[in-house]
């Protein structure tokens, strides 16, 4: 079992044995507090290696839009490529100085859609977030086809039978 840290409980090991049940509920509480608070704590040693960067894709009639959180990261840093129907986004960063080192890398790769066009795409980057907008081909657009309605007891179309009348032979 984890201690939990804003609590501020020791997780004490007893000699007494807890009934598996009361264990169980306390399993349960930990798991219940992480899943609904910020833990680990932003300055919390286990918090060292958790990125939890937004990354989205939608996808409308004409395009399709990509955008990842990098904060951290400046525009050189970063590596996009298409390649058949995969889109790769990287980024590597490193600083070396007084003594310290620092490596920081990013990397996501999403199957596009069939149909984009990445000989069109445009990608910004601003305030540490890329915004990519992959435009689609005309036979990846889709037609819409139009649906009639009709009234009822009106005769079917040529080149169709009516439905047969269900009811009692005469």
């Given at each position: 079992m984890f201690p939990v840290p804003w609590r501020g409980k020791s997780s004490n090991v007893s000699a007494e044995k807890t009934h598996p049940?009361?264990?169980?509920?306390?399993?349960f509480d930990v798991l219940f507090d992480r899943f609904f608070s910020d833990w680990p704590a932003p300055f919390e040693p286990e918090a060292?290696?958790?990125?939890?960067?937004?990354?989205?894709v939608s996808d409308?009639?004409?395009?399709?839009?990509?955008?990842?959180?990098?904060?951290?990261?400046?525009?050189?840093?970063?590596?996009v490529q298409v390649n058949d129907n995969l889109l790769t986004i990287k980024a590597e960063k490193q600083r070396k100085g007084d003594g310290e080192r620092e490596y920081r890398s990013f990397r996501r790769t999403i199957t596009l859609p069939a149909g984009t066009n990445p000989d069109k795409a445009q990608?910004?980057?601003?305030?540490?977030?890329?915004?990519?907008?992959?435009?689609?081909?005309?036979?990846a657009k889709g037609k819409r086809i139009p649906v009639e309605a009709k009234a009822?007891?009106?005769?079917?179309?040529?080149?169709?039978?009516?439905?047969?009348?269900?009811?009692?032979?005469?």
């Open positions: 049940l009361e264990q169980f509920r306390r399993e060292a290696g958790v990125r939890m960067w937004d990354f989205d409308s009639d004409n395009e399709v839009i990509v955008k990842a959180e990098l904060p951290g990261f400046d525009d050189k840093d970063l590596d990608a910004s980057y601003h305030n540490g977030v890329l915004e990519l907008h992959l435009p689609k081909t005309e036979q009822a007891g009106t005769a079917a179309p040529a080149g169709e039978k009516e439905p047969a009348k269900q009811g009692r032979p005469k």
